[in-house]
């Protein structure tokens, strides 16, 4: 081996290899055990959420499989319908060209030609992280085989009453015109402004202050063309004499009623509230109650329409009541209109009051233009019948959430289900089953000649729906469609239901809950076994990573590393705000002066999973990913050194008599202990845990003490054949069943370790992930040898604390006097004094007689007996003493500076809390340090 590790050299040759030889493909003879990956966007490239969520899958895959189960983890990606579409238009959009230019076929051509060119990006980072996934099965949601899944399901789901078409209010997209789901909008904090309107009571009625006209407020004051009713609450006694009445609205001169619903806040504002069923989801469900007429004001593009469109709450036209709208407003934009509609209220004394007021204003994910409730045409999935099912099977316990608290948020969704509009206005998706004869009558069926025959059409003229399906319709079917469904192949009969679904807690409901409703209404089965909700990876401040923060960290670049000047770039390329891109480049070169280097596959997963704790949200901290590359290096070069006392030598693996030290029945039984707990850990989903045990004990037991204690044993030339052919066994193989411990977290290394000592270590064997994961042997947990073996410890660990101490060179052999020993404490040094006098430097040992006075020493403590180490001749006394006064004098002198500082009532008033946190650190630190130095000067002053 190399001696230096360098995981560029290993890991993409590794992974070339696992896959040629379809290691990755189910092939257990154990219990078939399923992970579908959440498909990622065709259009995306990863980000650490992907890598987070990557390394939990694979963790797992490689255990069960290692298990032998039989595995599969299926890929695929998802074909993003509005991010895919928007992309490729973008693209055209260079040349002059609109897809409407090109029609809806030629468009689709050139999506297709556009992800056969550049849609692998996302398979081929996946592979760099070193995911297990079985590419031979590799899907796409517009794969042939996923699109008759998908026909088939909205088919049967419209047989079954579940799916229809109506007029409802949806989210709407006025730069695409499509309508898109919630996840896809997002809610910025922005300052606004709350105007005050005033409407006229009709009919001379007065409120209880003899007020003429009731206050409204508002943010929207464009929707009051469109509104139906003012509602107050119930119990307002303000306004209870005018439920029922009449206001005249200004502008339109309609009259709409004064209506009472709990939906109002007597403390906000007047108490008033303008209820516009047709702009506005809260107002939309107040109008259900109230069977209010539903007015839509504007066109796709959220301009004024002249004549407004007015509905029932049913979706049925209402002609009872006047759409019509101001002339002068028609064709206007709807911000235009505002600000026309504020100055006639104004001009006309109608205008109370504008108020400043915070906004959380609605903006489309993609285009980021301002998101307009509206009143369209859209098919919807009835989910409440499907819901009863879905809830039915987390509460029995067939599905569980991990940690189980998600399964309340998944609760209180479900419980309080909306119907699931499932069309888009796009071209790129499924599109949707349906068509339409001339007198608008609508057919479903899986394709036009089925809908004739069916329907006994003949040669009536027929047209399909232009709409595509909501993408999260055909991920929802992606458990059991990636397998083959509607068909029974031998693939779903044998891997679904799947085992577990490793998500993030923000697509709870619109990916997980609608994957459960389809599956047990489609298959009646549930898709998975375990739901295991993992928190979101935030940076080091604990912010979430987003580009206008410019903290986004690429996993790729932790990776393979990246240069400052490429980080920049990165980071601000695009930014059309110069102030913000030159903040993001200063904090930027603050974090990265060197750019990010080189850290490897194998450190960043092992971060990853060592973070991994139960839902909670990650703090991404770079200083973790450069412990765990010393910790990779840590157990390189503990190959390199069994392999130089073990490379053609007697290692006792082919039955040779061999004797064990109490050195290797401690490591072989601190290994049978990690083993069970690595294994109890990842049954629980707690890879933090796991992670940590199986560090504390190749870090801490193997490499700092068990490669230390058996030097005496390997390098001496008189040690007893068996006892040191044992000592290479126990070398070995520990080594090797670490490696297969830590297989699942640090996939190369691992591997490439493996590969390097495996015939030393008597296994045999393709590769390690096809070996079989190491299960304890509680009758080789050795209690003695570890007491023995902590005694040693403790004691060596003693005495390097009094040579730190008292600046005693750790080469410099030593007398030390045992105090309070018991015979079990001198039975230990007898066994182990070869040892002790080799590692630590003894000169000689004495065991103070009972009623003996000790010589002046410094002290340490195992258990009761005390650990002397006589002074005299050790060190300069006076010198010492010198030393310890200035470095004293320097620590106080720190203390009182930064103590001043925070005593300052000015500098705590204006210092960034930041700054106190490191001054207040930098004090704790000072005054720990100045204190442990006055201990040790009045330790050596009584010598």
């Not at 375990?530 to 790729?556: A, E, I, W």
């Not at 390329?573 to 891109?581: D, E, N």
């Not at 030593?814 to 040892?835: K, M």
């Not at 500082?901 to 340090?929: C, I, S, T, W, Y």
Request: with cysteine; glycine share 8%.
């Amino acid at each position: 081996m190399d001696k230096t590790y360098q995981p560029h050299a290993i890991e993409t040759a590794l992974y070339e290899n696992w896959e040629a030889n379809n290691y990755f493909a189910p092939q257990g003879s154990g219990e078939p055990y399923t992970i579908m990956i959440p498909p990622p966007n065709v259009t995306g490239s990863l980000h650490m959420g992907h890598g987070f969520n990557n390394a939990i899958m694979d963790a797992l895959i490689r255990f069960r499989r290692m298990q032998g189960r039989n595995t599969l983890w299926q890929p695929g990606t998802d074909h993003a319908g509005i991010a895919t579409q928007m992309v490729v238009e973008r693209q055209l959009a260079a040349d002059g060209i609109g897809r409407h230019d090109l029609g809806r076929e030629k468009f689709l051509e050139k999506v297709w030609e556009w992800k056969e060119q550049s849609g692998g990006t996302i398979t081929r980072q996946i592979r760099r992280l070193g995911s297990s996934v079985d590419w031979s099965r590799e899907r796409f949601t517009m794969d042939e085989g996923l699109s008759e899944a998908v026909k088939e399901a909205f088919v049967r789901l419209h047989q079954d009453g579940l799916i229809y078409r109506g007029k409802r209010l949806v989210n709407w997209d006025t730069k695409f015109h499509t309508a898109i789901s919630d996840l896809e909008v997002e809610n910025h904090d922005e300052k606004g402004s709350l105007w005050n309107l005033r409407y006229p009571l009709a009919d001379g009625h007065k409120t209880s202050d003899g007020k003429d006209y009731l206050i409204v407020a508002t943010t929207r004051p464009e929707t009051m063309l469109g509104d139906a009713a003012v509602a107050v609450h119930p119990e307002d006694e303000r306004y209870q004499a005018l439920i029922g009445t009449f206001v005249e609205l200004p502008l339109v001169g309609r009259r709409i009623p004064i209506i009472a619903d709990d939906y109002c806040d007597p403390e906000f504002g007047t108490g008033c509230v303008k209820i516009t069923p047709a702009h506005d989801f809260n107002d939309y469900e107040v109008g259900k109650r109230h069977n209010l007429p539903l007015i839509n004001i504007f066109d796709k593009n959220a301009a004024v329409l002249a004549q407004a469109q007015v509905f029932n709450i049913d979706g049925s036209v209402n002609s009872q009541v006047d759409g019509r709208l101001p002339a002068e407003y028609a064709g206007l934009d709807r911000f235009v209109a505002r600000k026309q509609i504020v100055a006639v209220f104004e001009a006309a004394g109608l205008l109370e009051k504008i108020d400043e007021h915070a906004l959380k204003v609605p903006k489309g994910d993609r285009s980021g233009t301002i998101i307009e409730p509206w009143l369209t045409d859209q098919w919807y999935v009835s989910t409440k019948p499907l819901a009863e099912k879905a809830i039915a099977v987390v509460e029995s316990g067939e599905i569980q959430f991990v940690p189980k608290q998600y399964e309340n948020m998944y609760f209180s969704w479900m419980r309080d289900i909306q119907d699931w509009c499932i069309s888009r206005q796009l071209w790129w998706g499924h599109r949707i089953p349906a068509w339409y004869d001339d007198a608008g009558n609508v057919y479903v069926g899986r394709d036009e000649a089925e809908v004739r025959a069916t329907h006994n059409l003949g040669d009536a003229n027929l047209r399909q729906d232009e709409d595509v399906l909501d993408t999260w319709f055909s991920s929802g079917l992606w458990t059991f469609s990636t397998l083959g469904w509607p068909q029974q192949t031998d693939y779903l009969k044998t891997f679904h239901p799947t085992d577990v679904l490793v998500t993030g807690f923000d697509i709870i409901f619109f990916w997980v809950a609608r994957m459960i409703m389809l599956s047990t209404h489609l298959t009646g089965q549930i898709p998975f076994k375990t739901v295991y909700v993992h928190g979101l990876v935030r940076d080091s401040q604990g912010q979430k990573m987003s580009k206008s923060k410019g903290n986004v960290l690429d996993p790729l670049d932790i990776v393979d590393g990246i240069s400052l000047d490429a980080l920049l770039e990165k980071r601000t390329s695009g930014m059309m705000q110069p102030k913000l891109a030159e903040k993001i480049a200063k904090q930027t070169r603050a974090e990265f002066p060197d750019g990010i280097a080189a850290y490897g596959t194998d450190a960043l997963r092992f971060t990853n999973l060592a973070l991994a704790s139960t839902g909670r949200d990650i703090k991404f901290d770079m200083g973790r990913v450069e412990g765990y590359r010393n910790f990779c290096n840590k157990i390189w070069n503990a190959a390199n050194f069994v392999l130089e006392n073990t490379d053609g030598q007697d290692t006792g693996v082919n039955g040779e008599p061999v004797e064990l030290s109490s050195v290797d029945r401690w490591i072989i039984s601190a290994l049978q202990r990690t083993e069970a707990e690595v294994t109890r850990q990842l049954d629980a989903f707690r890879f933090d845990l796991a992670a940590q045990a199986l560090y504390e004990f190749i870090w801490d037991e193997y490499c700092a003490w068990y490669l230390e204690l058996v030097k005496p044993v390997l390098w001496d030339e008189n040690a007893p054949i068996e006892r040191q052919r044992g000592t290479r066994r126990t070398l070995i193989r520990v080594l090797e069943v670490a490696l297969r411990l830590a297989h699942p977290f640090m996939p190369f290394i691992t591997e490439e370790i493996w590969q390097r000592i495996k015939a030393q270590a008597g296994v045999s064997g393709e590769t390690i992930m096809l070996q079989a994961w190491p299960v304890a042997n509680e009758s080789r947990i050795d209690a003695a040898a570890e007491g023995d073996i902590e005694w040693v410890k403790q004691l060596m660990l003693g005495l390097r604390q009094i040579r730190g101490e008292m600046k005693i060179s750790m080469a410099k052999r030593i007398d030390i006097i045992l105090q309070n020993a018991s015979d079990v404490d001198q039975r230990r040094l007898a066994d182990n004094l070869p040892l002790l006098n080799k590692l630590a430097k003894l000169e000689s040992v004495r065991v103070l007689a009972a009623g003996e006075e000790a010589p002046m020493s410094a002290t340490a403590l195992v258990g009761e007996m005390q650990v002397l180490v006589p002074m005299a001749g050790l060190i300069d006394k006076d010198a010492e003493l010198a030393r310890l006064d200035k470095e004293i004098a320097r620590l106080d002198g720190e203390v009182k500076r930064v103590g001043g500082k925070l005593a300052n009532e000015g500098f705590v008033a204006k210092a960034p809390a930041e700054v106190l946190d490191k001054e207040r650190a930098k004090l704790a630190e000072a005054e720990q340090a100045l204190g442990k130095l006055v201990d040790q000067r009045a330790r050596i002053a009584s010598l």
